[in-house]
Protein backbone atom coordinates (compact mmCIF):
# COMPACT_ATOMS: atom_id res chain seq x y z
CA UNK A 1 0.00 0.00 0.00
CA UNK A 2 1.62 3.71 -0.99
CA UNK A 3 2.25 5.96 2.26
CA UNK A 4 -0.17 8.51 2.67
CA UNK A 5 0.69 11.66 1.61
CA UNK A 6 1.29 14.81 3.46
CA UNK A 7 -2.62 16.87 2.85
CA UNK A 8 -0.67 19.87 2.85
CA UNK A 9 2.09 19.17 0.73
CA UNK A 10 1.20 16.31 -0.82
CA UNK A 11 5.04 15.71 -1.54
CA UNK A 12 6.39 13.47 1.77
CA UNK A 13 5.04 10.82 3.77
CA UNK A 14 2.57 12.12 6.38
CA UNK A 15 3.83 11.03 9.74
CA UNK A 16 1.78 13.04 12.41
CA UNK A 17 -1.64 13.59 12.88
CA UNK A 18 -1.83 17.56 13.91
CA UNK A 19 -3.94 17.93 17.34
CA UNK A 20 -5.35 21.01 16.63
CA UNK A 21 -6.86 20.03 13.42
CA UNK A 22 -6.27 16.51 12.69
CA UNK A 23 -4.93 17.10 9.34
CA UNK A 24 -2.38 14.13 8.69
CA UNK A 25 0.77 15.72 8.02
CA UNK A 26 4.90 15.66 7.51
CA UNK A 27 7.26 16.95 9.71
CA UNK A 28 8.14 20.09 7.93
CA UNK A 29 4.77 21.47 7.21
CA UNK A 30 4.13 20.67 10.94
CA UNK A 31 7.21 22.71 11.90
CA UNK A 32 5.81 25.89 8.82
CA UNK A 33 2.40 26.06 10.55
CA UNK A 34 3.18 26.01 13.95
CA UNK A 35 5.88 28.51 13.35
CA UNK A 36 3.84 30.67 10.72
CA UNK A 37 1.00 30.68 13.12
CA UNK A 38 2.96 31.86 16.26
CA UNK A 39 4.38 34.86 13.77
CA UNK A 40 0.50 35.27 12.88
CA UNK A 41 -0.52 36.37 16.12
CA UNK A 42 2.47 38.08 16.98
CA UNK A 43 1.68 40.32 13.85
CA UNK A 44 -1.81 40.16 14.12
CA UNK A 45 -2.14 41.09 18.01
CA UNK A 46 0.97 43.67 17.33
CA UNK A 47 2.92 42.40 19.95
CA UNK A 48 5.97 43.79 19.22
CA UNK A 49 7.66 47.28 18.14
CA UNK A 50 11.18 47.32 16.30
CA UNK A 51 13.96 48.12 18.68
CA UNK A 52 11.87 46.81 21.88
CA UNK A 53 13.91 44.73 24.51
CA UNK A 54 11.95 41.93 24.94
CA UNK A 55 12.50 39.60 28.63
CA UNK A 56 11.75 36.24 27.95
CA UNK A 57 10.44 34.72 30.86
CA UNK A 58 12.22 31.17 30.58
CA UNK A 59 11.55 28.56 33.31
CA UNK A 60 13.14 25.61 31.86
CA UNK A 61 9.91 23.96 30.89
CA UNK A 62 8.40 22.99 27.93
CA UNK A 63 6.51 26.18 27.06
CA UNK A 64 9.15 28.60 27.07
CA UNK A 65 12.07 26.86 26.20
CA UNK A 66 9.65 26.67 22.92
CA UNK A 67 8.93 29.66 23.09
CA UNK A 68 12.68 30.84 23.37
CA UNK A 69 13.44 29.14 20.36
CA UNK A 70 10.53 30.17 18.11
CA UNK A 71 11.25 33.77 19.62
CA UNK A 72 14.67 33.69 18.16
CA UNK A 73 13.59 31.60 14.73
CA UNK A 74 11.24 34.36 14.04
CA UNK A 75 13.00 37.32 15.15
CA UNK A 76 16.01 36.62 12.80
CA UNK A 77 13.61 34.97 10.26
CA UNK A 78 11.15 38.51 9.95
CA UNK A 79 13.40 40.88 10.95
CA UNK A 80 11.56 42.06 14.12
CA UNK A 81 14.30 43.42 15.31
CA UNK A 82 14.32 42.74 18.97
CA UNK A 83 16.57 42.16 21.63
CA UNK A 84 16.11 39.10 23.92
CA UNK A 85 17.07 37.90 27.22
CA UNK A 86 15.87 35.27 29.27
CA UNK A 87 15.00 36.08 33.19
CA UNK A 88 14.54 33.13 35.53
CA UNK A 89 12.82 33.45 39.14
CA UNK A 90 14.40 30.90 41.20
CA UNK A 91 11.39 30.19 43.79
CA UNK A 92 13.56 28.27 45.64
CA UNK A 93 12.27 24.53 45.26
CA UNK A 94 14.89 21.92 45.58
CA UNK A 95 14.12 19.04 43.21
CA UNK A 96 12.59 21.42 41.08
CA UNK A 97 13.61 24.72 39.74
CA UNK A 98 17.21 24.08 40.42
CA UNK A 99 17.08 21.57 37.98
CA UNK A 100 14.53 23.51 35.60
CA UNK A 101 17.50 26.29 35.88
CA UNK A 102 20.11 23.91 34.51
CA UNK A 103 17.85 23.58 31.65
CA UNK A 104 17.50 27.51 31.06
CA UNK A 105 21.29 27.77 31.72
CA UNK A 106 21.89 25.16 28.57
CA UNK A 107 19.61 27.06 26.52
CA UNK A 108 21.27 30.15 27.26
CA UNK A 109 24.52 28.81 25.74
CA UNK A 110 22.97 27.49 22.84
CA UNK A 111 21.11 30.42 22.28
CA UNK A 112 23.79 33.24 22.86
CA UNK A 113 21.58 35.16 24.76
CA UNK A 114 21.96 36.96 28.32
CA UNK A 115 20.06 35.84 31.14
CA UNK A 116 19.08 37.31 34.49
CA UNK A 117 18.15 35.08 37.35
CA UNK A 118 15.86 36.40 40.16
CA UNK A 119 15.11 34.52 43.25
CA UNK A 120 12.37 34.68 46.04
CA UNK A 121 15.40 34.41 48.49
CA UNK A 122 16.85 37.64 47.92
CA UNK A 123 13.85 39.47 46.74
CA UNK A 124 11.16 38.37 49.65
CA UNK A 125 13.97 37.02 52.21
CA UNK A 126 11.61 33.39 52.06
CA UNK A 127 11.87 30.49 49.09
CA UNK A 128 9.11 28.39 48.52
CA UNK A 129 10.07 25.63 50.85
CA UNK A 130 10.50 27.43 53.29
CA UNK A 131 6.85 29.01 53.07
CA UNK A 132 5.61 25.44 52.56
CA UNK A 133 7.53 24.56 55.87
CA UNK A 134 5.86 27.16 57.36
CA UNK A 135 2.17 27.59 55.86
CA UNK A 136 2.03 23.82 54.35
CA UNK A 137 1.00 23.06 51.11
CA UNK A 138 -2.90 24.72 50.95
CA UNK A 139 -2.81 28.36 49.58
CA UNK A 140 1.02 27.95 48.59
CA UNK A 141 0.23 28.49 44.92
CA UNK A 142 -1.30 32.33 46.08
CA UNK A 143 2.36 33.15 47.43
CA UNK A 144 3.89 31.83 44.38
CA UNK A 145 1.75 33.51 41.70
CA UNK A 146 1.99 36.65 43.62
CA UNK A 147 5.80 36.70 44.15
CA UNK A 148 6.52 35.61 40.60
CA UNK A 149 4.60 37.65 38.76
CA UNK A 150 5.97 40.75 40.77
CA UNK A 151 9.60 38.86 40.50
CA UNK A 152 9.56 38.62 36.72
CA UNK A 153 8.82 42.22 36.34
CA UNK A 154 11.78 43.04 38.99
CA UNK A 155 14.09 40.93 36.91
CA UNK A 156 12.80 42.57 33.65
CA UNK A 157 13.00 45.97 34.95
CA UNK A 158 17.14 45.34 36.20
CA UNK A 159 17.61 44.46 31.65
CA UNK A 160 15.96 47.33 31.11
CA UNK A 161 13.36 45.43 29.19
CA UNK A 162 10.28 47.16 27.37
CA UNK A 163 8.01 43.62 27.79
CA UNK A 164 7.61 40.68 29.12
CA UNK A 165 7.26 37.50 27.02
CA UNK A 166 5.74 34.38 28.66
CA UNK A 167 5.08 30.63 27.43
CA UNK A 168 1.08 30.77 28.23
CA UNK A 169 -0.52 28.69 25.83
CA UNK A 170 -3.71 28.32 24.52
CA UNK A 171 -4.89 25.45 26.98
CA UNK A 172 -3.41 27.81 30.16
CA UNK A 173 -5.96 30.28 28.74
CA UNK A 174 -8.74 28.33 28.18
CA UNK A 175 -8.26 27.31 31.40
CA UNK A 176 -8.48 30.79 33.20
CA UNK A 177 -11.48 31.62 30.89
CA UNK A 178 -13.13 28.62 32.55
CA UNK A 179 -12.22 29.76 36.11
CA UNK A 180 -13.36 33.19 35.63
CA UNK A 181 -16.40 32.53 34.32
CA UNK A 182 -17.55 29.98 36.79
CA UNK A 183 -16.40 32.75 39.24
CA UNK A 184 -18.10 35.50 37.56
CA UNK A 185 -15.42 37.80 37.48
CA UNK A 186 -15.68 39.48 33.99
CA UNK A 187 -13.06 42.17 34.54
CA UNK A 188 -10.49 39.28 34.89
CA UNK A 189 -12.49 37.07 31.99
CA UNK A 190 -11.87 39.67 29.88
CA UNK A 191 -7.98 40.15 30.67
CA UNK A 192 -6.99 37.18 30.60
CA UNK A 193 -7.58 36.65 26.74
CA UNK A 194 -5.92 39.52 26.02
CA UNK A 195 -2.58 38.95 24.73
CA UNK A 196 -1.42 42.42 25.57
CA UNK A 197 -1.41 42.67 29.51
CA UNK A 198 -0.68 45.26 32.03
CA UNK A 199 0.33 48.20 29.61
CA UNK A 200 -2.23 50.71 30.72
CA UNK A 201 -1.32 51.99 34.04
CA UNK A 202 0.80 51.89 36.54
CA UNK A 203 4.70 50.60 36.24
CA UNK A 204 3.94 46.94 35.24
CA UNK A 205 5.55 46.43 32.46
CA UNK A 206 3.51 45.15 29.70
CA UNK A 207 3.33 41.23 28.97
CA UNK A 208 2.62 39.65 26.17
CA UNK A 209 1.55 36.00 25.09
CA UNK A 210 2.59 34.80 21.67
CA UNK A 211 0.95 31.20 22.23
CA UNK A 212 -2.17 32.28 23.09
CA UNK A 213 -3.28 30.31 19.99
CA UNK A 214 -0.77 27.41 20.39
CA UNK A 215 -2.13 23.91 21.74
CA UNK A 216 -0.14 22.75 24.54
CA UNK A 217 0.16 19.40 22.63
CA UNK A 218 1.72 20.82 19.69
CA UNK A 219 4.16 22.86 22.16
CA UNK A 220 5.42 18.87 23.40
CA UNK A 221 5.21 17.56 19.76
CA UNK A 222 7.55 20.59 18.41
CA UNK A 223 9.76 20.28 21.28
CA UNK A 224 9.96 16.71 20.78
CA UNK A 225 10.69 17.11 17.30
CA UNK A 226 12.98 19.11 17.34
CA UNK A 227 15.14 17.44 20.34
CA UNK A 228 14.83 20.53 22.27
CA UNK A 229 16.37 20.44 25.69
CA UNK A 230 13.68 21.54 28.62
CA UNK A 231 13.11 20.09 32.20
CA UNK A 232 9.56 18.06 31.81
CA UNK A 233 8.63 17.22 35.58
CA UNK A 234 5.78 19.01 37.00
CA UNK A 235 5.85 21.67 40.36
CA UNK A 236 6.66 19.20 43.39
CA UNK A 237 3.80 21.50 44.85
CA UNK A 238 0.38 20.63 44.34
CA UNK A 239 -1.13 23.04 42.16
CA UNK A 240 -4.52 24.82 43.15
CA UNK A 241 -7.49 22.43 42.92
CA UNK A 242 -9.82 24.35 41.52
CA UNK A 243 -7.46 25.26 38.30
CA UNK A 244 -6.66 21.16 38.30
CA UNK A 245 -10.58 20.91 37.57
CA UNK A 246 -10.73 23.12 34.58
CA UNK A 247 -7.58 21.62 33.40
CA UNK A 248 -9.08 18.97 33.32
CA UNK A 249 -12.18 20.14 31.70
CA UNK A 250 -10.10 21.62 29.24
CA UNK A 251 -8.30 18.40 28.45
CA UNK A 252 -11.50 16.11 27.96
CA UNK A 253 -13.47 19.21 25.80
CA UNK A 254 -10.10 18.87 23.70
CA UNK A 255 -10.47 14.80 23.08
CA UNK A 256 -14.38 15.58 22.18
CA UNK A 257 -14.15 18.70 20.04
CA UNK A 258 -10.20 19.78 19.67
CA UNK A 259 -11.35 23.20 18.51
CA UNK A 260 -13.36 23.98 21.68
CA UNK A 261 -10.37 25.29 22.98
CA UNK A 262 -9.11 28.23 20.76
CA UNK A 263 -13.44 29.05 20.62
CA UNK A 264 -13.30 29.61 24.70
CA UNK A 265 -10.49 32.06 24.05
CA UNK A 266 -12.66 33.42 20.94
CA UNK A 267 -15.99 33.89 23.06
CA UNK A 268 -13.96 35.72 26.08
CA UNK A 269 -12.46 37.94 23.27
CA UNK A 270 -16.11 38.74 22.29
CA UNK A 271 -17.01 40.10 26.44
CA UNK A 272 -14.49 42.82 25.00
CA UNK A 273 -16.76 44.42 23.63
CA UNK A 274 -19.55 44.81 26.39
CA UNK A 275 -18.67 48.21 27.99
CA UNK A 276 -20.08 46.92 31.06
CA UNK A 277 -17.46 44.29 31.68
CA UNK A 278 -15.19 47.03 31.84
CA UNK A 279 -13.14 48.07 35.34
CA UNK A 280 -11.00 50.87 35.88
CA UNK A 281 -8.62 50.69 38.64
CA UNK A 282 -6.66 53.71 40.19
CA UNK A 283 -2.84 52.07 40.87
CA UNK A 284 -0.22 53.83 43.30
CA UNK A 285 3.02 53.13 44.71
CA UNK A 286 2.99 50.34 47.59
CA UNK A 287 4.25 52.38 50.87
CA UNK A 288 6.58 49.43 51.71
CA UNK A 289 8.52 48.56 48.07
CA UNK A 290 7.16 50.84 45.80
CA UNK A 291 5.74 48.25 43.74
CA UNK A 292 2.08 49.33 42.36
CA UNK A 293 -0.68 48.49 43.85
CA UNK A 294 -4.49 49.48 44.07
CA UNK A 295 -4.21 49.23 47.82
CA UNK A 296 -1.52 50.66 50.56
CA UNK A 297 0.33 47.62 50.77
CA UNK A 298 1.26 45.21 47.16
CA UNK A 299 0.07 41.78 47.53
CA UNK A 300 3.82 40.51 47.76
CA UNK A 301 4.10 43.05 50.74
CA UNK A 302 1.08 41.53 52.17
CA UNK A 303 1.70 37.62 52.11
CA UNK A 304 5.13 38.43 53.05
CA UNK A 305 3.91 40.07 56.10
CA UNK A 306 1.33 37.27 56.87
CA UNK A 307 4.55 34.95 56.61
CA UNK A 308 6.52 37.39 59.08
CA UNK A 309 3.23 37.49 61.56
CA UNK A 310 1.58 34.69 63.64
CA UNK A 311 -1.43 35.75 61.62
CA UNK A 312 -2.62 32.35 59.49
CA UNK A 313 -1.67 32.36 56.13
CA UNK A 314 -5.06 31.86 54.61
CA UNK A 315 -6.27 35.45 55.87
CA UNK A 316 -3.27 37.07 54.35
CA UNK A 317 -3.71 35.18 51.21
CA UNK A 318 -7.22 36.07 50.61
CA UNK A 319 -6.16 39.52 51.61
CA UNK A 320 -4.57 39.96 48.38
CA UNK A 321 -7.65 38.82 46.56
CA UNK A 322 -5.36 36.26 44.22
CA UNK A 323 -7.10 33.85 42.31
CA UNK A 324 -4.96 32.14 39.75
CA UNK A 325 -1.50 31.55 40.03
CA UNK A 326 1.53 31.24 37.97
CA UNK A 327 1.18 34.75 37.32
CA UNK A 328 -2.02 34.30 34.77
N1 LIG B 1 10.33 30.50 37.32
C1 LIG B 1 10.03 31.16 36.22
N2 LIG B 1 10.94 31.99 35.66
C2 LIG B 1 10.66 32.68 34.54
N3 LIG B 1 9.49 32.60 33.89
C3 LIG B 1 8.55 31.80 34.40
C4 LIG B 1 8.77 31.04 35.58
N4 LIG B 1 7.66 30.31 35.82
C5 LIG B 1 6.79 30.61 34.84
N5 LIG B 1 7.32 31.49 33.98
C6 LIG B 1 6.70 32.05 32.75
O1 LIG B 1 5.28 31.90 32.84
C7 LIG B 1 4.83 30.99 31.82
C8 LIG B 1 3.72 30.12 32.34
O2 LIG B 1 4.20 29.38 33.42
P1 LIG B 1 3.48 28.13 34.06
O3 LIG B 1 4.36 27.59 35.12
O4 LIG B 1 2.10 28.49 34.32
O5 LIG B 1 3.34 27.17 32.83
P2 LIG B 1 4.16 25.96 32.34
O6 LIG B 1 3.21 25.34 31.39
O7 LIG B 1 4.72 25.10 33.41
O8 LIG B 1 5.32 26.75 31.56
P3 LIG B 1 6.75 26.20 31.24
O9 LIG B 1 6.49 24.92 30.51
O10 LIG B 1 7.41 27.25 30.41
O11 LIG B 1 7.41 26.00 32.59
C9 LIG B 1 6.07 30.21 31.41
O12 LIG B 1 5.97 29.68 30.09
C10 LIG B 1 7.16 31.24 31.55
O13 LIG B 1 7.22 32.10 30.41
Request: aromatic share 10%.
Amino acid sequence: MAPKLCVLCAASRACLRRPKTSEAICKECFYSAFEDEIHETIVNENLFKPGEKIAVGASGGKDSTVLVHVLKLLNERYEYGLDLFLVSVDEGIKGYRDDSLDAVKRNQQEYELPLKIVSYSELYGWTMDQIVEKIGKKSNCTYCGVFRRQALDRGAEYVGADKIATGHNADDIAETVIMNFLRGDFPRLIRCSEAITGDSVGDSLPRVKPFKYTYEKEIVLYAHYKSLDYFATECIYSPEAFRGHARQFIKDIEVARARSIVDTIRSAEKFRTDPRTSSEQTLGACVNCGYMTSQKLCKACLLKQSLESDQKPDQGASQTKERGYHGR
